[in-house]
Nanobody, 123 residues
């Protein structure tokens, strides 16, 4: 299992960015998969995750209505569309696979991780 995240960068507040996570060694449709982030000096937190197939999803309250997770099954790529970005969204973003997705309480015990991509929201 390999995960390769990309798409981070510097963006102004209110702007948009799309992160990509290319998966290899497994099919993302058949595995729980999601995005996490870690801001400077803070613990890593779940941003959003998807159950295998289309059974359910979770979004952190802080990103609901602004971020959208999606996947291209044919390309085996996971995306995170981030709109109306805020300075507090600044963090290293990671994609991960093979965990527990609870649509109410969050994303847990993800076993496979990609390297992070840095998102900086600043004017």
């Amino acid at each position: 299992v390999q995960l390769q995240a990309s798409g981070g960068g510097l963006v102004q507040p209110g702007g948009s960015l799309r992160l990509s996570c290319a998966a290899s060694g497994f099919t993302i449709y058949d595995h729980p998969i999601g995005w996490f982030r870690q801001a400077p000096g803070k613990e890593r937190e779940a941003v959003t995750c998807l159950s295998k197939k289309y059974d359910g999803s979770y979004y952190a309250d802080s990103v609901k209505g602004r971020f959208t997770i999606s996947r291209d099954i044919g390309k085996n790529i996971l995306y995170l569309q981030m709109d109306r970005l805020k300075p507090e969204d600044t963090a290293v973003y990671y994609c991960a696979a093979d965990g527990v997705v609870n649509s109410q309480s969050g994303c847990y015990d993800f076993a496979s991780w990609g390297q992070g991509t840095l998102v900086t929201v600043s004017s």
